[in-house]
């Protein structure tokens, strides 16, 4: 999922200063999930900027603000407001932007990663959406963003007792975890071999990616 | 007489390939545009050793580029080994920085990965990493021996112009003390096959690691398929002896060095101690055709060092 957290509260209402009645828009698929902007932590934000800042906030959560479709809910609620407050991930953010084209929407929360949910509380990336997945060779973990360095050929001399340099108490070292993986698997073979420079165009470096897909489109 | 073909015909090519022992020393470029600290450094290591690698923002820190002063090194009358790290060039900077290099005499090159800019000045900054390091050794290979760009395109200027591409002699550096530790002769074998000349490792303390990792190399017959220089850094003093051990990712120091830098009268003699001894073990082990002396802002040792190893009348 996507994983993402509240701004700072102060961020948040610099953004709103001069605004009078605001609509705190939450989202029901990811940041929900990763508890940083689904209904409950719009219920919980509200209140506070309501007294911080001297505002009206009504409340609304939508299934999903990736998705154009599930913003007809809001509409109508929208009209009454000077502005918009997302609690979706930047790409919830954008498409409200897109759709209230005259009206200013602001970010509540950072987006952070795609990642998993390792324990209560606790998150952590896996994937960097690189657009060219390798986790078939390299056992299940991923170089390039388990790897501080994205090496194709790790693990680098900063890997001790398994930690990353970089990060040695909280971060372990990706090429570590698939050392051990093929390890397991009887496959370490697969480490002699040199990969290819990574395709870099597959990702952002390419500029911003589109997908479409015919067999989807004609439906 | 035969003549031999060398890849780069480079000083210390040369003198490797002759099996002469080597020796390399290091010159950390300054932190600011002072030529005098680069002169001063240089005046200490030319003439004494066979190659000084310049080292390229390490640790992260900006500092003079290694390109810069290898080209002010080599007007020194210094053999310069330029590093070069993954870090903050892409695959575009890289090769027209070696192309540059190459044209201004430098025929040496250390590939590097480089270290993480969270250890540095500019913590902030984006990273690169286009390539790591074994894929810029291969890149330099190629470059060298089949004249093409990192694109497979030919290095020339124009469709009918001839090929001409830079030709260094590939280093990498090796270390045989992080983990895990039976990956490291594995790391080792890939950048061979990727194209290295040389090898420099990183500094040696614990010496029964490094003779099990040899051993290791040799049973792959590696030390005959690249030359390796053995690092060695002189601890200076007791806390630096003790931040090596505890601070330095991937070095490894026994505590009985410590012990002796804590109880010596003249810790900078103990620690010139220290590193000639190990210098002198490290010659008898065979597949070592070299020291590389890492003097960290300490070079005026280094030919105290080269001294008393008996490395001075090579």
Redesign the interface.
């Known amino acids: 999922m996507i994983v993402a957290e509240q701004k700072p509260i102060e961020e948040i209402k610099g953004f709103l200063a001069g605004h009078k009645r605001v609509l705190l828009l939450g989202c029901g698929t990811c940041v929900t999930v990763c508890l940083a902007g689904g209904e409950r932590e719009v219920a919980t934000l509200a209140p506070v900027l309501r007294m911080a800042a001297d505002l009206d906030v009504p409340e609304s959560t939508i299934e999903r603000q990736c998705d154009a479709e599930f913003f007809d809910a809001v509409k109508q609620q929208i009209e009454s407001c000077d502005a918009i407050l997302s609690m979706a991930c930047g790409v919830g953010v954008q498409m409200a932007a897109k759709i209230f084209s005259d009206k200013p929407v602001y970010p509540a929360l950072n987006t952070m990663f795609c990642g998993t949910n390792d324990a209560a509380g606790q998150w952590s990336e896996n994937c960097l959406a690189c657009g060219d997945c390798k986790l078939g060779v390299f056992g299940g973990v991923c170089p390039v963003t388990r790897c501080s360095k994205s090496l194709s050929n790790g693990p680098c001399g900063g890997s001790v007792n398994g930690m990353c340099e970089v990060d040695p108490d909280n971060t372990e070292c990706g090429w570590q975890l698939i050392y051990d993986r093929l390890k397991t698997l009887g496959k370490l073979d697969v480490l002699a071999d040199n990969p290819e420079p990574k395709d870099w165009s597959k990702t952002h470096d390419g500029g911003p990616r589109k997908l479409s897909r015919e067999d989807i489109a004609g439906l | 007489m035969i003549e031999t073909k060398y890849k780069s015909g480079s000083s210390l090519e040369k003198i490797l390939v002759a099996g002469t022992f080597a020796v390399t020393a290091e010159l950390g470029p300054p932190k600011s545009a002072d030529l005098d600290v680069i002169k001063e450094k240089a005046e200490i290591l030319s003439g004494l050793v066979d190659a000084v690698n310049i080292t390229d923002n390490q640790t992260a820190i900006v500092r003079v580029s290694s390109i810069a002063v290898a080209k002010l090194a080599l007007d020194m009358g210094i053999e310069p080994i330029m590093q070069m790290t993954?870090?903050d060039r892409n695959?575009l900077a890289m090769q027209s920085d070696i192309l540059g290099a190459y044209l201004m005499g430098i025929r040496n090159i250390l590939c590097l990965?480089?270290?993480?800019q969270?250890f540095g000045n500019h913590p902030t900054a984006k990273?690169v990493?286009?390539?790591?390091?074994?894929?810029l050794i291969?890149?330099v290979a190629d470059m060298r021996d089949a004249g093409i760009f990192?694109s497979g395109e030919q290095i020339k200027n124009s469709r009918k112009a001839e090929v001409k591409p830079p030709k260094m002699f590939i280093g990498a550096?090796a270390?045989p003390?992080?983990?895990?530790f039976e990956?490291r002769v594995?790391?080792l074998?890939?950048k061979i096959?990727?194209g290295v000349d040389f090898i420099q490792t990183?500094c040696i303390y614990d010496m029964e690691r490094f003779e099990a990792w040899m051993e290791q190399v040799r049973s792959r017959n590696l030390h005959k398929k690249c030359k390796i220089l053995a690092g060695v850094t002189p601890f200076k003093s007791a806390p630096m002896a003790r931040y090596m051990r505890d601070k330095v990712?991937?070095v490894s120091v026994p505590d009985y060095y410590i012990e002796r830098m804590q109880k010596a009268k003249d810790a900078k003699a103990e620690g010139v101690e220290i590193c000639v001894e190990q210098i002198n073990r490290l010659r008898e082990i065979e597949g070592v055709a070299g020291v590389h002396i890492m003097a960290i802002e300490w070079e005026q040792i280094v030919p105290r060092i080269i001294e008393k190893a008996g490395l001075k009348s090579r």
């Open positions: 993954c870090r695959r990965t480089g270290d993480h969270c990273n990493f286009d390539l790591d390091s074994i894929q291969s890149m990192a550096a270390n003390f992080a983990d895990p990956f594995v790391r074998q890939k096959n990727a990183q990712a991937g």
